[in-house]
């Protein structure tokens, strides 16, 4: 778990590098969570849905997009509606990887949708953001936004689920498409400290983990050990979940 070996993009939450066990057998969605399966849970737990993205206005296309603008709270509340549960960041990097060792389990067009290969024209997004930098190098927030907008005018945007390659586990999008919840607190040194076997997270926090980017990002954030944290309560275009299920319950 953690940087992998080889990776040179890795920053320092990623590392070190180590070993895990995890002692019970445990299910994970084979594809992040549908608008269509969300609109069931709504539905009959009488929720309502969040505020749509703008590429899917009223949530009117639900033919296998990605759920987005979830809160962790509503991708907790879901996953316990549907029997199952957030997974844990190391059942969720397990599972990513798919038995590959490598930051990727294939080539990155391949198994994920990401800035580049999302909108309506191929980009570069590495290249648009090293010339944001280098034109507001002192004003990172409004730098931000600018890369934003670009990716946004192209037409970027959440594809349906499973359209690229599955991993070795038969996992479709674990890496790109769109950010996923897990169960755990943000620590950026809990790799130093983290037990060896079953790590659930730290007790408390202030931000929730995310994992496996998104089409929003650039290719640093689409590896199998990045990690984002943020706080729980927000909402974003880019933001879904996948569910995992004890083995006992299934």
């Not at 737990?45 to 709270?73: C, H, I, Y």
């Not at 169960?183 to 995310?210: I, K």
Request: with cysteine.
């Amino acid at each position: 778990m953690g940087c992998s070996t080889g990776d040179r993009e890795c920053d320092a939450d990623e590392k070190p590098l180590h070993q895990v066990t995890i002692s019970k057998g445990f299910w994970m969605g084979q594809t992040e969570v549908t608008v269509q399966a969300y609109k069931r849970f709504a539905r009959r737990t009488s929720q309502d849905m969040p505020p749509a993205p703008g590429f899917n206005r009223g949530w009117e296309q639900d033919d296998g997009l990605p759920m987005v603008n979830l809160t962790w709270k509503d991708a907790q509340a879901y996953c316990r509606w549907a029997g199952g549960r957030l997974s844990t960041e190391a059942e969720w990097e397990y599972a990513a990887r798919g038995g590959n060792g490598n930051a990727r389990y294939g080539p990155l067009d391949e198994v994920g949708w990401y800035a580049d290969n999302s909108g309506q024209h191929r980009l570069n997004a590495d290249g648009l953001w090293d010339q944001e930098q280098q034109t507001y190098q002192q004003r990172l927030n409004q730098d931000q936004e600018h890369y934003y907008k670009r990716l946004i005018a192209n037409g970027d945007r959440a594809h349906p689920v499973a359209g690229k390659r599955a991993n070795a586990f038969g996992l479709f999008d674990t890496l790109g498409n769109v950010w996923e919840w897990v169960n755990d607190w943000f620590d950026v040194f809990y790799y130093s400290h983290s037990p060896g076997a079953d790590p659930a997270g730290p007790p408390s926090g202030s931000m929730r983990l995310l994992r496996g980017g998104s089409y929003m990002g650039d290719q640093q954030y689409v590896r199998v050990s990045f990690r984002y944290g943020i706080d729980p309560k927000l909402r974003y275009s880019f933001v879904g979940a996948r569910c995992a299920l004890d083995e006992a319950n299934r």
